[in-house]
Each structure stands twice: as structure tokens, then as C-alpha cells.
């Protein structure tokens, strides 16, 4: 039997992408007969895995950071020694560090689903302090660069390079002119039958409760509509979030959630809304179109690629102007007819496009296939 090494830097029970992806494409690769093994950081090792029809191995997140490189590192190295493939969603330069330092030649595939670079830049904060923040820039400048090498030096590294968007390909070639980049959409179950179940939510969105997300204009935007408002996710904006939204009891933050809670949460909701600076691809808003909910979304490239078969489906906006987000939203909420057509079509682009099944079978194919 074929073996398969899966490294992320995510898993349950954490949250995010990679965490939705990895263990269903693990769970697809096992049903076709491949014996999958994953390497993972985690708070705690002591997490039970005995759910999964794969071996979970966990390296504690919470070490210095050079000491868990090195030891995510000697352990890619050790499980490479008898493996077929190597399936990377994460953990990006300990992985390619380990292919290129390998004494035999393990085919490779890597799924990049963002810019991790540009994630960690708007993750730093600089001091107040006018003069220090002028040096601190020019360092975090200097830092900027190191990492876009190391990413790109990384992704070379693999033999073959995947993103789930067109918009994020063009973006990953730029960094340099010997990456090519084959784009695999993400894909999501697709349910069966149309959900008749009661509308408790006006507005749902699902999001990592990062600033570049925009969460807080959601909130506000429910606030001036006097909606209903389910927020899924965790992060650290999270208390700040919270905190915001103290005054108005229509809003209900679920944290985190798994795939199956999710899928609950969008069948009693009406309309998804997802104002985010930056996507890759969203899961969640495929969740959304597969569920049937109509979408207001941030006018972003990653965005309106998913609506390319059907322009007029996605309602874009301006995620920065509360007035025009909330006429959208509040023109959508007021015409259950334009809810049920925009829904409707939206469900019809996931199932033609964004079907897991078929998503998965491309992607299984160009990690096994490498002649």
C-alpha cells in the first residue's frame, strides 16, 4: 500500500483551512487505499486522535521557535524515509528543508492557501513612539523580504505548487519566475436537499477574528440594521469583538465550530456576509453558496473569481462603507424572493464547480501522478 506524508501547520481542534481541509482530504486519500501518516503542531500532544483512520503526529506548538523547527524538522526528515508522497498544506520551509536535505527522492505537492508573509505583517505592531516606529519599520521591512525569500525558496523546493484561487496563482508567480503554479479549487460537501428549517439568523459570517477580516463592520452593520448576527470563529480580536458588540444582544459569537456545526448554523441563516480585506478562497463562503444562502461580500478579486460563471450572483461591496454595505444588506433582508433566486444560484455555481469530491480526485491525482 502507498503511503502518504501530510504535514499543515493547523489541525483540529484548531481552526482555520487547513484545519478544515487536511483531515478530509487525509480521510479521501485512505477511502482510495493510500496509508496516510500527518505531521501537525498542536497546544498539547495529548489530544485524542483515535477518530481518525490515520496516524496524528503531534509537535507541541508552545516551544521556543527554534527549538520546534528543528524538531518538526527531524521528524518530516524520519517519516520521509518511508513514505511515497509528501502532501504539504503548512509548516512550508520545515517541509522543503527536509526534501532538499532527503537522500531520496519523494515526489511532492504543496498547497499554498494565502501570503503568509503579508498575514504576519499585518499581524505586528509597532510602537507609538515616532522614532522608534521609524526604525522598527525599516526592520520589519528588512524581516519582509527575508521571509518572502525563505517562502519562495521553500515553494521551489516542491515538485509541484497548487492554490485554490486564480487570483492567489497569479500572485505566487509574481514572487519569481520559476514558480508555476497549477490551481485546484476548494471544494465543499454539497447537500442534497434545500433546508426548510426556521430562520433564526439574519446575518452569518465565518471568519478567523483577525483585523484584515473586518468582523467589526459586521457588527456595526447589524447594529444600525437592528438584525440578527451569528459570528463563527475564534481569534485574538475576539474580546476586542466582543467588547463591541456588548450593546446589542442580536449578536451571538459561537467561537469555534466544527465542519458538521457549521453546516447547522448556515441552514438557519439567511444571509452570508464576509467583508475581508484578503482571501485565498474561502471555505466558508463555498459552505454558504452550498447551503443556499445568498452572499454579501467584500469587493475583492479572490471574491468575484468564485462568480465568474454567473456574475450577477455575489453582491459586492465596498467593505469599508458601512452606508453602502448596509442598503445591500438591508434591500437583501427585505426581499425573501431576491434570498431564495440569489441562494438558489449560488447553490447551483458550488455544486458545477466546488464539489469536494471532484476537487479532491484532481488533487489526489497530481500528488500520486508524477511521471
Known amino acids: 500500500m502507498k503511503k502518504v506524508l501530510a504535514v ?28 496516510v501518516e500527518v505531521i501537525t503542531l498542536s497546544e498539547s500532544r495529548d489530544v485524542q486522535d483515535s477518530k481518525y483512520p490515520f496516524r496524528i503526529l503531534r509537535i507541541e506548538r ?45 515526489p511532492s505537492l504543496v498547497k499554498i492557501v494565502g501570503d503568509p508573509v503579508w498575514e504576519r505583517a499585518q499581524n505586528r505592531v509597532v510602537t507609538r513612539n515616532p522614532i522608534q516606529a521609524r526604525v522598527e519599520r525599516g526592520l520589519l521591512y528588512m524581516l519582509g523580504r527575508l521571509e518572502r525569500k525563505a517562502i519562495t525558496w521553500s515553494l521551489l523546493q516542491f515538485d509541484r505548487v497548487t492554490t485554490p484561487g486564480e487570483s492567489l496563482a497569479q500572485e505566487v508567480e509574481s514572487w519569481s519566475t520559476s514558480l508555476k503554479v497549477q490551481v485546484v479549487n476548494n471544494g465543499v460537501k454539497i447537500p442534497n436537499e434545500e433546508s426548510d428549517e426556521e430562520k433564526k439568523y439574519d446575518l452569518v459570517t465565518i471568519s478567523r477574528l483577525v483585523p484584515w477580516k473586518n468582523v467589526d ?19 485574538p480580536q475576539r474580546q476586542f469583538l466582543e467588547s463591541s458588540a456588548l450593546s446589542n444582544p442580536n449578536v451571538t459569537f459561537f467561537g469555534q465550530q466544527n465542519y458538521e456545526q457549521i453546516e447547522n448554523i448556515l441552514r438557519r441563516s439567511r444571509v452570508f456576509c464576509q467583508l475581508s480585506d484578503y482571501e485565498g478562497l474561502s471555505f466558508s463562503l463555498l459552505q454558504a453558496m452550498a447551503y443556499s444562502l445568498p452572499c454579501v461580500l467584500s469587493d475583492i478579486k479572490a471574491n468575484r473569481d468564485v462568480f465568474q460563471s454567473d456574475h450577477q450572483v455575489g453582491l459586492f461591496v465596498a467593505s469599508r462603507n458601512i452606508h453602502e454595505c448596509s442598503k445591500v444588506i438591508k434591500e437583501l433582508l427585505n426581499s425573501p424572493k431576491m434570498q ?18 471532484k476537487q479532491m480526485e484532481t488533487m489526489m491525482k497530481l500528488l500520486i501522478n508524477h511521471d
Open 8 to 35: 499543515t501547520g493547523i489541525f483540529p481542534p484548531d481552526i482555520g483551512g487547513p484545519a478544515t481541509y487536511v483531515p478530509r482530504f487525509c480521510n479521501y486519500l485512505t477511502s482510495h487505499n493510500l496509508n
Open 62 to 106: 508552545n516551544r521556543k521557535r527554534w527549538f520546534r523547527m528543528l524538531r518538526t524538522l527531524a521528524t518530516i526528515m524520519k517519516q520521509m524515509k518511508n513514505v511515497d508522497f509528501v502532501f504539504c498544506n503548512g509548516l512550508y520551509f520545515e517541509t522543503a528543508l527536509a526534501l532538499r536535505l532527503s537522500l531520496i527522492k519523494v
Open 340 to 357: 431564495k433566486e440569489l441562494g438558489k444560484r449560488s447553490h447551483s455555481i458550488a455544486k458545477s464547480k466546488f464539489d469536494e469530491i
Open 217 to 235: 463592520i459586521v457588527i456595526a452593520i447589524a447594529a444600525q440594521l437592528g438584525c440578527t448576527l451569528a459570528i463563527i470563529g475564534d481569534g
